[in-house]
Each structure stands twice: as structure tokens, then as C-alpha cells.
């Protein structure tokens, strides 16, 4: 004969049960819950499951450099742009092909106040022969600048000369050019006989520009 079930012992339906009357909203409600539950059982599985990988991670990474303690080496090498700027060389060779064949056995001495210096001659022992450059320079700084030439060089405006010359024979032409940023070209020129410099002054001018911008 089969014990009576204990009627005082409140028994509690489980998940799966289903109840022989129940409601559609109860029925939809349990269903929900059920949902919740395994979704949240699934989302648990993958914290622990991402957790453990992560921890497996570290564990390795840190025995591989107990193992072998060595800093990660970072490279800090890098290139720098290349920026061409102006050659001298392209300066002297420009204003070589300038000069006139008529011209080649004139002496001529070309050098900036800048860094780094321009220089460029030709000829230029025969202008030094009665005074060396530092003679010369000191004379042009005592002049007053002008901002017309006495030459008629046809220059842009700002610009300002010192000039020094000669009527003699043995013609010579010094000038001092003095631009807007404070730079000074000196061009001297020295000659058996007179000629007209203005012309070369204003090439050799342009060209000074254009390689030194």
C-alpha cells in the first residue's frame, strides 16, 4: 500500500512543468523566464570562457619573459625629407654662360654677405692689384646708399647701390647692392678698356635670386 503524500510540504513546480490548467499570460510569462535563465547561463559561459583564455594569456606571457627578461626594442630611426636646395655650383656655371665672348678676359669678383658665402670670379687678380678686397669693401660701406644707380641698372624697386666708377682707361666698377632682407651683393669689375656693364650687372643679379631663394 503506497504512503499518502504529505499534504502540510509545499511542493514547488520545476522548469518543465506544465500544469494541467493554466492561463496563456502564465504560460507566456514562464516561458520568458525559462529564456532569461538560459541566456543568461549562455552569457556567463562566454565571460568565463573569455576570462580563462585571457588569464592563460598572461600566464604564458609572463613565464616567456621571466624566462627571457628583454626589453621590446622599438625603432626609432626615420628618414628625413629631402629638400634641394640651390647649389653654388649651379650659380657659378649659370653666370659663367652669361658672360660675352667679348668679354672673357675682363676680371670680376661676385661675393654675398650670406651663409653660406657666394663667391665667384674670373680674372680676379687684375682688380686686386692695387687694393685687396677689404680695401675696397671699406670704401663702398662709406658710401651712401642710393636707390637709383649711376649705371642705369634696371633692378626692382627697394633696392638700394653703392657705386664706385671709373672714367679712367683701365675702367673698373664697383657696386654694392643692398636688398630688402639686409643682404649685400658686391660685384666688381674690372676692365682694359670701358664697356657697358649693365646688362651683366642685371644677369648676374637674377641669377643670384634665383639660387639663393
Given at each position: ?178 636688398l630688402p632682407d639686409n643682404r649685400q651683393l658686391t ?27
Amino acid at each position: 500500500m503506497l504512503p499518502k503524500p504529505d499534504k502540510s510540504k509545499k511542493q514547488f513546480p520545476s522548469d518543465d512543468y506544465e500544469p494541467s490548467e493554466e492561463s496563456k499570460e502564465e504560460k507566456a510569462e514562464r516561458e520568458k523566464k525559462r529564456i532569461q535563465k538560459k541566456r543568461r547561463l549562455v552569457i556567463l559561459s562566454i565571460i568565463l570562457t573569455v576570462g580563462l583564455s585571457f588569464s592563460f594569456w598572461i600566464y604564458r606571457s609572463a613565464k616567456i619573459f621571466l624566462a627571457n627578461p628583454q626589453l621590446p626594442k622599438i625603432n626609432l630611426s626615420f628618414n628625413l625629407p629631402k629638400i634641394n636646395f640651390p647649389s653654388i655650383n649651379d650659380s657659378s656655371n649659370r653666370i659663367k654662360k652669361i658672360i660675352p665672348e667679348n668679354m672673357s678676359n675682363i676680371s670680376i669678383y661676385i661675393i654675398d654677405n650670406a651663409s653660406p658665402q657666394f663667391v665667384w670670379s674670373q680674372n680676379e687678380s687684375a682688380i686686386f692689384q692695387s687694393q685687396p678686397l677689404s680695401e675696397i669693401q671699406k670704401h663702398l660701406d662709406g658710401l651712401k646708399p642710393s636707390n637709383k644707380s649711376l649705371s642705369n641698372i634696371n633692378l626692382p624697386e627697394g633696392l638700394l647701390f653703392k657705386e664706385i666708377v671709373s672714367e679712367k682707361s683701365n675702367f673698373y666698377y664697383y657696386n654694392q647692392i643692398i636688398l630688402p632682407d639686409n643682404r649685400q651683393l658686391t660685384i666688381l669689375i674690372s676692365s682694359p678698356q670701358s664697356i657697358n656693364i649693365s646688362t651683366l650687372v642685371e644677369s648676374i643679379y637674377w641669377i643670384y635670386i634665383q639660387n639663393s631663394n
